[in-house]
């Protein structure tokens, strides 16, 4: 798949207005809960898959949605985002249709074995929902290619930008140039002992200042790879 980060950077840019329009087609037919995190992780998996050119599985733990509604749902969104582009509809159709089509086949592949895992999926969707919850930053980065699978609204804050901005993103784009390399020490660390470990360092804003932070890194393993945990919290250095 063509790399499209000024398609993503779009998409993203006009969200608001294209939500605005859904809610418009959509007319009296209200969103659950389920179907506006179904929502999410659908923008999140085509900003990412633009971005980087790739199209990795979308995250679909912890989504029980009605797969009918929800294929209906990516339809009135695809609509209203090319009803927006105006003349240039019928180019991002091309980028945009196979998206839905993988995130729609991977819902359905995959609401079998999510009605199997019942208990396990509570416990990930508390555990999910506590996370956004704490103060603290939570990153969930690869390791191997510096890309944010995860993070909690917090996250979002330190960074300057929304929570789903971070998803799919290099974690690079928000470590000053000078502390990169700490970070990657850190990361790379992981792979030699599951122990936690902590480190002090900085992130970048979007307004250009940097953060100085305290942070915990841990190792999750995963049967597609490991992913660096790192939570992270602001500190105020010490007056002169």
Not at 25 to 46: I, N, V
Not at 100 to 125: D, N
């Amino acid at each position: 798949m063509e790399r499209r980060p000024q398609l993503a950077g779009w998409l993203f840019a006009r969200r608001a207005k294209i939500e605005d329009r859904l809610m418009e087609k959509l007319g009296g037919d209200r969103l659950s809960p389920a179907e506006f995190e179904a929502l999410r992780r659908f923008r999140a998996f085509t900003g990412a898959a633009l971005a980087r050119g790739s199209v990795p599985p979308p995250s679909l733990d912890g989504v029980r949605v009605d797969e009918a509604r929800v294929s209906k749902l990516l339809h009135t969104w695809s609509e209203s985002v090319y009803e927006l582009a105006g003349p240039d509809g019928s180019a991002l159709r091309e980028s945009i249709e196979p998206l839905v089509a993988q995130f729609q086949s991977s819902l359905c592949v995959s609401t079998p074995a999510r009605r199997k895992r019942g208990v396990a999926r509570t416990r990930r969707r508390a555990v999910s929902a506590a996370i956004d919850r704490i103060s603290d930053a939570f990153f969930a980065i690869d390791p191997d290619t510096g890309t944010i699978a995860d993070a909690n609204p917090a996250a979002g804050a330190l960074c300057g930008v929304a929570r789903d901005a971070l998803l799919g993103r290099n974690a690079r784009s928000f470590i000053p140039p000078e502390c990169q390399e700490n970070w990657w020490v850190e990361l790379e660390a992981l792979g030699e002992s599951d122990e936690s470990r902590r480190f002090q360092s900085q992130v970048r804003h979007t307004s250009g200042m940097t953060v100085p932070i305290e942070a915990t890194v841990t190792r999750m393993n995963r049967r597609e790879g490991s992913l660096a945990l790192v939570v992270a919290r602001s500190v105020v250095p010490p007056e002169a």
